[in-house]
């Protein structure tokens, strides 16, 4: 085992402990210090809410370190399919210890939090992420895919909003909810002309083709199968979005309306 492997092994153990950590305490502690509402939850509601948290500090960390690696990792930028150890292989590996957390998890209370479209999206991100991790390949690509983390800060304080019971017409709410349908749509929906443009200009190319049939089979199927997924999400929540719209124009006629009529 080479040190580089050694390393990436570590960071996966030291990613799936950390979010381990964050679920069964940190977030129960911190939870309770800054949203006094925490308290009164369910046990089934609190599950939910620690496994949002820990979703949440996974997004920011690899989505952050994401976008610095995408900008200024001249390394993986150089050699998009075969670029050497990097820190997009650094962040794929703390990604993967967070899905390797967030399964357990998940198994564990799936009468709470049980969803197979998450063990769909977790296992084959996990299994991309294998061939990256094992034969050093596509960290570019796995670093891109990443980037979708970026929506999920926005799609767990929905939820935050929703189970603290705050008025859907709310400032905040609707303010969050714009934002989480414009910022998932930018990284997991207008993100993939740009990533199949790149692979069908790399399509037959020698590094292309160095990668193998089951590295090429494994990075096509897994990618579409993330984005039907992310289309799927994509669409739930247009639909949401444009109903509270809707039902937003439709308050403001009414009291419009009212208006008029006591004047």
Known sequence: MDVNTKLLISIISTSFFTFQLLFYFVSYWFSAKVSPGFNSLSFEKKIEWNSRVVSTCHSLVVGIFGLYIFFFDEATKADPLWGGPSLANANVAIASGYLISDLSIIILYWKVIGDKFFIVHHCAALYAYYFILKDGVLAYIGNFRLLAELSSPFVNQRWFFEALKYPKFSKANVVNGILMTVVFFIVRI???PPLYSFIYSV???????????????????SCVVL????????????KGCIKVISLIRQEKAKNSLQNGKLD
Do not use: H
């Open 203 to 221: 399509y037959g190319t020698e590094p292309y083709m160095r990668l193998g049939f089951l590295i090429q089979c494994s990075w096509i199927i």
């Open 190 to 192: 207008a993100s993939m």
């Open 227 to 238: 984005d039907v997924m992310n289309v799927m999400w994509m669409i739930k929540i247009s």
